[in-house]
Structure formats: structure tokens, C-alpha cells
T-cell receptor, first 110, second 114 residues
Framework: LAKTTQPISMDSYEGQEVNITCSHNNIATNDYITWYQQFPSQGPRFIIQGYKTKVTNEVASLFIPADRKSSTLSLPRVSLSDTAVYYCLVALYNTDKLIFGTGTRLQVFP | DSGVTQTPKHLITATGQRVTLRCSPRSGDLSVYWYQQSLDQGLQFLIQYYNGEERAKGNILERFSAQQFPDLHSELNLSSLELGDSALYFC?????????????FGSGTRLTVV
């Protein structure tokens, strides 16, 4: 499984766009990139997944450059409720298990 | 409500004791995963079961064991408990045991060993 590196923490203010970048230099051809969100004392929740270029859903956008060695999770106009830990995972789509890194702790201020 | 049910939500026990954590997967999901999350630590994968059989193993201690029953619910047994076993224990389920997209996590069991 490819190792991922992401910032330990980030701060933002309500209404701002937040971009969290994840580095995965050893990503394999068949690996997908997935982001999960975890609130305190809750289980992680799937946010978005992509293979290349850009993916957008009602919650976030995921930007993946052509070399796929990094990815950026973009959260538009964050609110206080977006305060959470965000995990970037790289794994085969049919992987048997998910390996979580330390994640990025996002703190949104009023 | 994610559809994955974990009981109990909280558990306080003494060192040396044994506890059992229970997980009912989302309806239709065949695979169950157990994770441990210590204070300020990331999620550590423990073990996976698929349709009653062990499928993958992570950093699970020998004092810990798990099983998945015919009705697909799973139990994680923790024995000879130590202070360091205090953590949140999460269960996740998926339909086929494949695909990082299809994992649904429960709300966890908070274990405190005193």
C-alpha cells in the first residue's frame, strides 16, 4: 500500500475554501485515492474517491494531477461543522482493508 | 445512523479482565472490519471477516480475538486487559470486502481500562 503524507493540522475560518493536499509518491497504477472524514468520537465517513483528474460531489472536490503523485481535497466555504480529521488513503479499489495514516486535523474558526 | 451497530457504546473495566465488543453490520454487508483508535492516534486495522471467515489480519494482539457468526454479526474479544488497551474500537462493514469506497463505520465502543 502506498504511503501517504498530509499536513498534521490546518486552520481556517468559516466561509473560506480549504484545500488539503496529500502526497503519495509511490502510488501504483491500480490504486485509487479516497478521503474520509472523522468527527470526534465517531467513525470515519467516506467523502470522495478518484483515480485521476477531478471528481466533484455535493460535499467536496478532489483534484488529482496527471502524475497522480499527490491529490488535493477541496472543501468549499467551510463551516464550523467541518471541523474534523481528514484522512487520505491510497489503495487498490478491491483492497481487503483500509490503512489509515495520521490524517489532517482541520479546525474551522468563526 | 450509518446502519452499523456497535454495542456497548461505553465500557469500563479493570486490568486483567476480559470483554466482548459486538458489531452488527449494515444490512446486506458480508464483511466486517475491526479498528482500534487510541487517544490521539490514528486508526489501526485489527482484523477482517468475510461471510464468517477470517480474511485479513492487521496489528491484532494475541490477547485479542474475533469471530463472525452465521447471522454476520461479529464479536471482538479482548482478554487480559491492560491500561494501554483503552481506546475507541470501531467496526466497519462492506458488501463484498472489496473497495475502499464501500466501507461504512459504526459509532464505536469506547473502552476504558482502569
Amino acid at each position: 500500500l502506498a504511503k501517504t503524507t498530509q499536513p498534521i493540522s490546518m486552520d481556517s475560518y468559516e466561509g473560506q475554501e480549504v484545500n488539503i493536499t496529500c502526497s503519495h509518491n509511490n502510488i501504483a497504477t491500480n490504486d485509487y485515492i479516497t478521503w474520509y472524514q472523522q468527527f470526534p468520537s465517531q467513525g470515519p465517513r467516506f467523502i470522495i474517491q478518484g483515480y485521476k483528474t477531478k471528481v466533484t460531489n455535493e460535499v467536496a472536490s478532489l483534484f488529482i494531477p496527471a502524475d497522480r503523485k499527490s491529490s488535493t481535497l477541496s472543501l468549499p466555504r467551510v463551516s464550523l461543522s467541518d471541523t474534523a480529521v481528514y484522512y487520505c488513503l491510497v489503495a487498490l479499489y478491491n483492497t481487503d482493508k483500509l490503512i489509515f495514516g495520521t490524517g489532517t486535523r482541520l479546525q474551522v474558526f468563526p | 445512523d450509518s446502519g452499523v451497530t456497535q454495542t456497548p457504546k461505553h465500557l469500563i473495566t479493570a486490568t486483567g479482565q476480559r470483554v466482548t465488543l459486538r458489531c452488527s453490520p449494515r444490512s446486506g454487508d458480508l464483511s466486517v472490519y475491526w479498528y482500534q483508535q487510541s487517544l490521539d492516534q490514528g486508526l489501526q486495522f485489527l482484523i477482517q471477516y468475510y461471510n464468517g471467515e477470517e480474511r485479513a489480519k492487521g496489528n491484532i494482539l494475541e490477547r485479542f480475538s474475533a469471530q463472525q457468526f452465521p447471522d454476520l454479526h461479529s464479536e471482538l474479544n479482548l482478554s487480559s486487559l491492560e491500561l494501554g488497551d483503552s481506546a475507541l474500537y470501531f467496526c466497519a462493514s462492506s458488501v463484498t470486502g472489496q473497495g475502499s469506497y464501500g466501507y461504512t463505520f459504526g459509532s464505536g465502543t469506547r473502552l476504558t481500562v482502569v
